[in-house]
């Protein structure tokens, strides 16, 4: 497998959360979020840029809407946008070459496992599976599909025109939890009270017209276009959605929640221990491309630098990990917060309880 080392997120793991409620009946779709069916559905926070406040907010505004019942998951999302335009026609074309929206699920929160779901303004789709992050190897399975998928796009504005007055395109997606459910928790739709992680991107190429079409800017130093700007729900901290550790939480509400004011989302405390052992991941891999070995102690996985001292309270803490080595693998156990099991984190990522 893939050993290499990889960057950290470069802010605080402080994931983003949404309370999904029950949907007020069945859906008809038409790209519109104006109809009766949104009007309880929270937005989301508007988008950022994908590196969080490293970086700029971005300069057109991104939100989103979640619903759930038995049947299905649907998103809805608006993208204000004064150039609308797509190219791309074909299902399984790599959407991100257009302007798009994207929507990550990773059910289990294992970061193994997970799907990703892109469109365009041409009600053109790609979706995938992901068996492992591509920074533990992948790899991408483009043959799966969500079978039953339901989508539909509306244009505030004209599609390819750059005379037209354009104000937004808008989308709404209907995902069936009878193929969602495949790298669930025990192959189980979610329940009320349960959350799956979840995250958007919003890929966006600079253009300009030309002979009354857009096309992208091209950078005269590289004879390329400029690179994108990836615009996200919850930052990653690094130019990459194929985190997931880092997405966001999608807590499912009952009809007894869905209804009034709502208790605010807490952290749940394993996932504190969780992050802890992923940091250790992530330098494990930095460590052995160094050294072309794993550390067998943690005092070596802390020469980088340990902000606010964390993982070093932790390492001298009765709840110390454990650390185990071969040549080429690892393995690092942690007691969960409240002592009743423990997680193990190994070289390729994959995160579970015992």
């Known amino acids: ?62 939100r989103v809407k979640m619903l759930w019942d038995d049947e299905y998951f649907y998103f809805g999302a608006e993208l204000e946008e004064d150039e609308i335009w797509a190219t791309l026609t074909e299902r399984e074309s790599v959407i991100f070459y257009d302007n798009d929206f994207e929507i990550f699920i990773d059910p289990d929160g294992d970061t193994h496992q997970y799907y990703e779901f892109e469109i ?35 244009i505030d504005g004209k599609l390819n025109d750059p005379d037209a007055d354009n104000r937004s395109w808008s989308v709404e997606v209907a995902m069936p939890w009878n193929i ?19 995250n958007f991107s919003r890929v966006q190429w600079q ?6 079409a857009y096309r992208k800017k091209i950078n005269p130093e590289t004879g390329r276009p400029f690179p994108e700007d990836n615009w996200v729900w919850s930052p990653q901290g690094v130019i990459n959605m194929h985190y997931p550790e880092m997405w966001g939480f999608v807590q499912f509400a009952g009809e007894e929640m869905s209804g009034g004011a709502e208790p605010p989302f807490e952290l749940p405390a ?43 309270a932790w390492g001298d803490s009765a709840q110390a990990p454990l650390i185990e080595t071969t040549t080429n693998s690892f393995r690092i156990r942690a007691a969960s917060a409240n002592g009743s099991g423990a997680y193990w984190i190994r070289e390729d990522g994959k995160l579970w309880k015992e």
Not at 10 to 22: E, G, Q
Not at 188 to 196: D, N, V
Request: proline letters at 8%; glycine letters at 10%.
């Open 207 to 212: 253009v300009e017209k030309e002979q009354g």
């Open 180 to 198: 969602l459910r495949e790298c669930a928790e025990g192959q189980q739709p979610p329940q009320a009270g349960q959350s799956w992680r979840v």
């Open 120 to 154: 365009n303004a041409l009600n053109t789709v790609w979706d995938l599976m992901l068996v492992t992050p591509y920074r533990d190897g992948g790899p991408s399975v483009n043959g799966w599909d969500i079978r039953g998928l339901r989508t539909a796009v509306h």
């Open 270 to 312: 394993d996932e504190r221990v969780k992050w802890k052992l992923r940091r250790l991941y992530y330098r494990q891999r930095n460590h052995y491309e160094r050294f072309g070995k794993f550390a067998a102690e943690l005092a070596p996985l802390l020469e980088d630098g340990d902000e606010g001292g964390e993982l070093a």
């Open 1 to 62: 497998m893939n050993l290499s080392g990889m960057p950290e997120p470069a802010i605080p793991f402080a994931p983003l959360s949404y309370l999904c409620k029950r949907a007020p009946g069945k859906l008809e779709l038409d790209g519109r979020l104006d109809k009766t069916f949104w009007d309880d559905a929270p937005w989301t926070e508007d988008f950022v840029d994908i590196e969080g406040d490293l970086k700029p907010k971005p300069w057109k505004r991104t």
